[in-house]
């Protein structure tokens, strides 16, 4: 695998349930960060790490929990979502000092019933 | 803070015709400007940076971008454009003194579809 990668790439879920979208970057980068991308909006960061240090959190809802065990691996854990919370996620990753040339992986494209 | 509009929401094309993306900025400080590149089914990609130096960028695909600070714009061009060109794209923004990590304002994007 190179690059940016996530699974799972389509998500269905209830609002009850819980889930996890996870990342993985390939890259040795030391950032990565966390995106929602909805229809007609612009991309919305929602989480950074930096070290797998979290050094923002764009004012998300605790419904969303994010996760970073070591600097390949980025998790977004879901619970008790709404429907306006389908988009699609896209997970992203960079290394200093060049952070603002990020690469971005597929994305999971998430629909809460 | 910044922000970013992207003047067209759609841009339809032929192929091998000229096409320009616009995008204009708002910032209280000096910024780094980005175009990047979304193709169906895919994440976004980098295509061209203006740092600093020459105004004019040259990025992936044969495009290309001005940056013109007076009028606050980033322009996206390409001379002649191809079928597989059409995707989204996406301009952005960073505060060019705020180095702690990638923080990103993203314009709302520009759909282009080139047509044969």
């Known amino acids: 695998e190179t690059g940016v990668t996530q699974t799972p790439r389509h998500l269905v879920m209830g609002m009850t349930n819980k889930k996890s979208l996870k990342c993985e970057q390939h890259l040795g980068h030391n950032a990565m960060y966390w995106y929602k991308q909805s229809a007609k909006k612009p991309l919305e960061l929602m989480f950074v790490?930096?070290?797998?240090?979290?050094?923002e959190n764009n004012s998300v809802p605790s419904r969303f929990s994010p996760e970073c065990p070591n600097s390949s691996h980025l998790f977004l854990h879901l619970h008790t979502l709404q429907p306006e919370d389908s988009a699609l996620y896209l997970c992203?990753?960079?290394?200093?000092?060049?952070?603002?040339?990020?690469?971005f992986g597929p994305g999971t494209r998430l629909t809460v019933l | 803070a910044q922000s970013v509009t992207q003047l067209d929401s759609q841009v339809p094309v032929f192929e091998e015709a000229p096409v320009e993306l616009r995008c204009n900025y708002s910032s209280s400080v000096s910024v780094y400007l980005f175009w990047y590149v979304q193709y169906p089914n895919q994440g976004l990609q980098l295509l061209l940076k203006y740092l600093s130096g020459s105004t004019l960028v040259k990025g992936i695909n044969g495009f290309e971008a001005e940056f013109n600070k007076s009028q606050t714009s980033f322009h996206l061009r390409k001379p002649s454009v191809h079928i597989s060109d059409t995707a989204e794209y996406f301009c952005?923004?960073?505060?060019?003194?705020?180095?702690?990590?990638?923080?990103?304002?993203f314009g709302q994007g520009t759909i282009l579809t080139v047509h044969p």
């Open positions: 790490y930096n070290f797998k240090e979290q050094t």
């Open positions: 992203a990753s960079s290394q200093a000092p060049s952070y603002n040339e990020q690469f």
């Open positions: 952005a923004v960073s505060d060019r003194f705020d180095t702690s990590y990638g923080k990103l304002t």
